[in-house]
């Protein structure tokens, strides 16, 4: 199977019924547990920039509390699925583009890089790029929330129920580079089976290099959340927008 540009496209209208099936409660805690992070940090109706923000496992509930939320996917057919959510009152805004190429210009209070976005940067240029954009996108102090992958989770999987039949193999390459392949099965109430398949590359991140990175884009630690996210086998921080320095006046 050719690498696929445009990962998740060919499956995006059963993306949720795969991960829901195949990973049930871990699932649900993690989305209670990321949008508890920031209803504590950001005031009600505040600005949030969802990087990756795919079928809008994020995008959704927090535009439903209230939140102004700009969606941010590469993938058209992901995105029209969250469009396809969107009730009356949310304020949700979706953008098809990659993270590297959305500056918003300073007006978000926090950007979230998390659920393996990360993983979808495949060399340190663009890497670099997408951080100076979620850096540049954000007001004075504010915060991204970022997870970082740990090499354990690059495992093959497969999961298998009355609804579905998924097979994932991940298949190492040189330089950290992973082929992610997937192979889908979904079992409808009526008997009919439909099948899908995909492939693409995904990178393998040392957390010292995603560090220094931050750092250089202007990034300070905030705080470590790796904890509250116990058992995703993720590092989870939040990094504040730093406070540019002030220039020293000559003679001074």
Not at 65 to 85: N, R, S
Not at 177 to 184: A, K, M, R, W
Request: glycine residues 6%.
């Amino acid at each position: 199977m050719p690498v696929n540009l445009n990962p998740h496209s060919s499956w995006a209208d059963v993306y949720d019924l795969a991960y829901e099936r195949s990973f049930g409660q871990l699932y649900n805690e993690l989305t209670r547990a990321t949008i508890q992070v920031i209803a504590d940090r950001i005031r009600p109706n505040g600005k949030i920039l969802d990087y990756g923000a795919g079928t809008g496992r994020l995008s959704i509930p927090l535009a439903q509390k209230g939140f102004d939320v700009t969606a941010v996917e590469p993938c058209a057919e992901m995105l029209g699925q969250l469009m396809q959510k969107k009730q009356s009152g949310m304020i949700l805004n979706p953008v098809c583009s990659k993270m590297a190429d959305y500056n918003g210009h300073m007006e978000f209070d926090i950007a979230l890089c998390v659920f393996s976005v990360l993983l979808y940067l495949l060399d340190e240029d663009l890497l670099r790029k997408s951080l100076e954009q979620a850096y540049a996108s954000l007001k004075p102090s504010g915060m991204l929330l970022i997870d970082i992958p740990s090499r354990a989770l690059f495992q093959s999987y497969s999961r298998k129920d009355h609804f579905i039949e998924r097979t994932v193999l991940i298949i190492e390459q040189p330089d950290n580079i992973f082929i992610y392949s997937e192979n889908l099965k979904v079992r409808q109430s009526n008997g009919d089976e439909s099948s899908y398949s995909d492939e693409f590359h995904i990178r393998y991140w040392p957390t010292e290099i995603v560090r220094k990175v931050l750092e250089d884009v202007g990034f300070v630690t905030d705080a470590d959340l790796s904890n509250h996210f116990a058992g995703t086998g993720a590092h989870y921080w939040l990094m504040k927008k730093a406070e540019p320095s002030a220039a020293v006046v000559d003679g001074e």
